[in-house]
């Protein structure tokens, strides 16, 4: 699922083509790729931080509050 998401993202803001083959053998080579568990969480950010074009800031969010919705039985 990284990679797949991660060349969506670069493709989709920059100028660079990316392929979820490209961004999977770039995430081995820069220690992104975890053994018999995919990625590791920094794949994204990393990725994103080295594609020269990216427009995108990566960066931590602040949290959301979440609507509550109560649903009255009746």
Not at 31 to 42: D, E, I, T, V
Not at 56 to 68: D, E, F, I
Request: charged letters at 15%; one cysteine or more; hydrophobic letters at 35%.
């Amino acid at each position: 699922c990284g990679p797949t998401a991660v060349a969506m993202i670069i493709n989709s803001f920059s100028t660079t083509s990316a392929t979820p083959v490209s961004a999977a053998d770039w995430a081995a080579a820069n220690g992104c790729y975890a053994p018999q568990g995919g990625s590791y969480h920094n794949l994204i950010q990393d990725s994103l931080s080295a594609t020269e074009s990216m427009e995108l800031r990566v960066g931590p969010s602040k949290p959301k509050r979440a609507a509550v919705y109560s649903r009255s039985k009746g």
